[in-house]
């Protein structure tokens, strides 16, 4: 049950003035906290959100503080209206577009800190420790101001999940976190923003991040590795095979993020390459128990 | 409007059906958060938070990560029997009595950080910047469980209400945040838990602390100095000559923290100082603007 957008709200009064009267009328709320650039991926959240709640608030910011690469944050794709169609298309109810000075106040100081290795490894190393604060503080910024009763999130983005599902935990926001399955091309490409940034032969070459992560998954589940190394092995090296530059291919816990030290539970494998300027992750999880293990 | 308390809430499940309940009733909901030893200064709180809402939350809970000293924390006096009696008679509702592993979910990482002058000036100088970290983080963990229209505070710790109503503010936190005006005995000394620690002599000595601020405060308002530095002499000459060992007593603006480098606006004149093993702080405000400046 959702209803037509008409505007993009700005700010956080008219956001908390409608909702608080949908609220009265006994709505549940769903947040999606998006970058913009919407993509089937985004929407399929969105169209989660929007079977679940009577009111979905899509929020379209960039946030510059999780950006540690000025150009990266200058080049990230933006189109505003295109977005606000797409998100209505698929359950929308508002569509929240606030202003950098609206997220963040005149001397705002404060950010919030997820310490350890859900923040410290994979992301954590090439994009540096301010990434996942500045993700964790707008997103608790958004969550206080939408107050949902649950939020979705990418799974594309797995360690951001963890993230935030833990510091949503310690901090006893009262959101439901839900994670949705990566939107993949027919060609296995996970759908991502940047991808608009690769030229045709990059997109290509691209489908090698999730070859070589169902490569690294299937001998697992097959069990034709021994051992956690020689699968990453095989994946990273059908990644150079193939002309990417790998930064990371690894399986750990898909809880903890610990490297795996044997082929055994719920696995993630992820893995983060660069095609000349673009940058793209992609990860699958594995059940390593089962009798016929099984990648998703 | 207020009930007689029959028990401690010690779970966060049992207080929000406590408080959904009240809510859909129409009551709005006030926080007091407390690491109990209550005094009048804490009642003073709980009658305010009364006086404006239906409902009072005094949360009690000693706070580990806010002490930078582990024999600070083991000797912070506690009485819970005494604590709730206190919060019932001054007007709570109900006392929320959390055990640390109810705050603090196993694996718990995230911190919350103020960066700049709010944090590590006077208070945080001493007890080192975590201590700000670990209330903040607390406090938003109480605010998010208890989801108040307004939460209390004591003047007396001025600082750390600045550095709530910031991450209040820059978190878009939907709480307002009331400082109450610190309460003293009839000879002047700020109610604080650490006085029960003092001898009757200390008690005494401790009496300096209000006066060296009262004195600093009367020759900013009188115009007897003509820079703040020579404020603070005569207020640090005053600690001294009474035997108390001073730490800091500061004139600052008294909503950036920022060093007063002339007798103008509203000025904060805080202290802190060392009685044997007993720590005290106090704090006055003066308004050196007005025709006759105004001590508070």
Do not use: W
């Not at 009265?24 to 399929?44: E, I, K, R, Y």
């Not at 990644?239 to 790998?246: A, F, H, S």
């Amino acid at each position: 049950m959702t209803e037509s957008i008409v505007n993009a709200i700005r700010t956080i009064p008219e956001l908390r003035a409608q909702l608080a009267a949908r609220r009265a009328a006994g709505a549940s709320v769903a947040l999606v906290p998006t970058m913009g650039a919407l993509h089937d991926g985004h929407c399929a959240l969105i169209e989660r959100a929007a079977a679940e709640h009577e009111i979905v608030v899509v929020s379209i910011f960039v946030n510059p503080p999780q950006f540690n690469d000025a150009a990266d944050l200058a080049n990230y794709p933006r189109n505003e209206r295109r977005d606000i169609e797409l998100a209505a298309g698929a359950g929308a109810t508002f569509c929240f577009v606030p202003a950098v000075d609206e997220i963040y106040p005149s001397g705002a100081a404060t950010s919030i800190h997820v310490s350890g290795r859900l923040t410290e490894t994979l992301e954590g190393v090439e994009r540096g420790a301010s990434h996942f604060d500045g993700m964790a503080t707008v997103v608790t910024a958004l969550l206080n101001i939408t107050a949902p009763q649950a939020a979705y999130f990418g799974a594309k983005d797995a360690q951001q999940a963890l993230v935030v599902q833990r510091f949503v935990t310690d901090l006893h926001i009262a959101t439901r976190i839900i994670t949705v399955e990566t939107v993949r091309d027919q060609e296995g490409l996970a759908l991502s923003s940047r991808n608009a940034r690769l030229s045709d032969e990059q997109r290509e070459q691209a489908l090698a991040l999730s070859a070589a992560l169902r490569l690294t998954a299937e001998m697992i589940a097959e069990r034709r590795a021994q051992t956690p190394q020689q699968a990453i092995a095989a994946g990273l090296q059908h990644l150079t095979d193939c002309g990417l530059e790998p930064e990371y291919l690894s399986v750990t816990d898909a809880q903890t993020l610990a490297p795996a030290s044997e082929l055994r539970g719920e696995l993630l494998i992820a893995c983060a390459a660069r095609l000349g300027e673009v940058r793209l992750i992609d990860n699958l999880t594995v059940n390593a128990n089962r009798e016929a293990a099984t990648v998703q």
